[in-house]
């Protein structure tokens, strides 16, 4: 790849994309859910690299932006950390960031059938979930146990916002994404796919997650709420079942992130 463009100036326009993120990635003007993906790290922007996504800039320290063996067309600038971090708004100790554009969301019944319409497959349904940095723990951990798509609701915080794609190590760009707008009617085009919706909460009636055989339900959707309130009362009555993770006597529940990697790990 062509040496980085050095950068001196913080106000270049060549990387507004990463100007004053401390403030947030949306551009004044942006509409929710707008705005180019955030990436941090030399292991995120790698797997960026291996993505579908569109790599807009890379910016970072002098040596981490060209250890990354860019392709030849991404443009690539470096800067020392004080001009790095003028430009950002905050210091980036990972060394280097990189901007991609957006990818659509996902047509709901190609995700819901995926690659093979007899296989088994496994989805994690997000309702109201608010918080940038459990979306981003929850989709790493979606990745890793064996989940095969996002369905987010419409409050759901964005989960290319840069937190969340920090906190997920990059591993949110591999997950395929869409949006029920209708909430929490969609979850019957869910079901009508032939999935089993498990709602997932601590209410003493709900049945022992683990009684629940991956094999017997070989299509099946977890469902997670916000930290504190948990699913609403109206997604729980949608779905097809409500199960608890089993808990020491005194411990009412896990977080959501902790709890999401249980019941990926349980229905696997």
Same mark, same amino acid.
């Given at each position: 790849?062509?040496?980085?463009?050095?950068?001196?100036?913080?106000?270049?326009?060549?990387?507004?994309?990463?100007?004053?993120?401390?403030?947030?990635?949306?551009?004044?003007?942006?509409?929710?859910?707008?705005?180019?993906?955030?990436?941090?790290?030399?292991?995120?922007?790698?797997?960026?690299l291996a993505?579908?996504?569109?790599?807009?800039?890379?910016?970072?320290?002098?040596?981490?932006?060209?250890?990354?063996?860019?392709?030849?067309?991404v443009?690539?600038?470096?800067?020392?950390?004080?001009?790095?971090?003028?430009?950002i708004?905050?210091?980036?100790?990972?060394?280097?960031?990189?901007?991609?554009?957006?990818? @659509?969301?996902? !047509?709901?019944?190609? +995700?819901?059938?995926?690659?093979?319409? *007899?296989? #088994? /497959?496994?989805?994690?349904? =997000?309702?109201?979930?608010?918080?940038?940095?459990?979306?981003?723990?929850?989709?790493?951990?979606?990745?890793?146990?064996?989940?095969?798509?996002?369905?987010?609701?419409?409050?759901?915080?964005?989960?290319?916002?840069?937190?969340s794609?920090?906190?997920?190590?990059?591993?949110?760009?591999?997950?395929?994404?869409?949006?029920?707008?209708?909430?929490?009617?969609?979850?019957?085009?869910?079901?009508?796919?032939?999935?089993?919706?498990?709602?997932?909460? @601590?209410?003493? !009636?709900?049945?022992? +997650?683990?009684?629940?055989?991956?094999? *017997?339900? #070989? /299509?099946?959707?977890?469902? =997670?709420?916000?930290?504190?309130?948990?699913?609403?009362?109206?997604?729980?009555?949608?779905?097809?079942?409500?199960?608890?993770?089993p808990?020491?006597?005194?411990?009412?529940?896990?977080?959501?992130?902790?709890?999401?990697?249980?019941?990926?790990?349980?229905?696997?």
């Open positions: 790849m062509p040496a980085p463009v050095v950068i001196t100036d913080p106000a270049d326009p060549r990387v507004a994309d990463f100007r004053d993120l401390k403030a947030g990635d949306r551009p004044e003007g942006t509409p929710r859910w707008g705005g180019p993906v955030i990436v941090e790290g030399v292991s995120a922007v790698e797997r960026l993505s579908p996504y569109r790599i807009r800039a890379v910016f970072g320290v002098p040596g981490r932006v060209a250890a990354l063996d860019l392709p030849d067309d443009p690539a600038y470096e800067a020392d950390k004080w001009v790095l971090s003028e430009v708004g905050f210091r980036l100790t990972r060394g280097v960031i990189a901007s991609a554009d957006r990818r @659509p969301p996902a !047509d709901l019944d190609e +995700l819901l059938t995926g690659p093979d319409p *007899a296989a #088994p /497959r496994r989805l994690a349904v =997000l309702e109201g979930l608010n918080d940038a940095e459990n979306l981003g723990s929850i989709a790493r951990s979606a990745l890793a146990l064996g989940i095969d798509g996002l369905l987010l609701d419409p409050r759901c915080a964005d989960p290319f916002y840069r937190r794609v920090r906190v997920s190590m990059g591993h949110v760009l591999a997950l395929p994404f869409t949006v029920l707008s209708d909430w929490p009617a969609d979850l019957g085009r869910v079901h009508d796919a032939g999935y089993t919706t498990v709602a997932l909460t @601590p209410a003493p !009636d709900a049945i022992d +997650l683990a009684d629940l055989d991956p094999a *017997a339900h #070989p /299509r099946t959707a977890v469902l =997670l709420g916000a930290e504190g309130p948990g699913l609403t009362p109206e997604a729980q009555e949608a779905a097809t079942v409500r199960a608890r993770i808990m020491r006597a005194g411990v009412d529940s896990l977080g959501v992130a902790a709890a999401a990697a249980v019941a990926f790990a349980t229905l696997r």
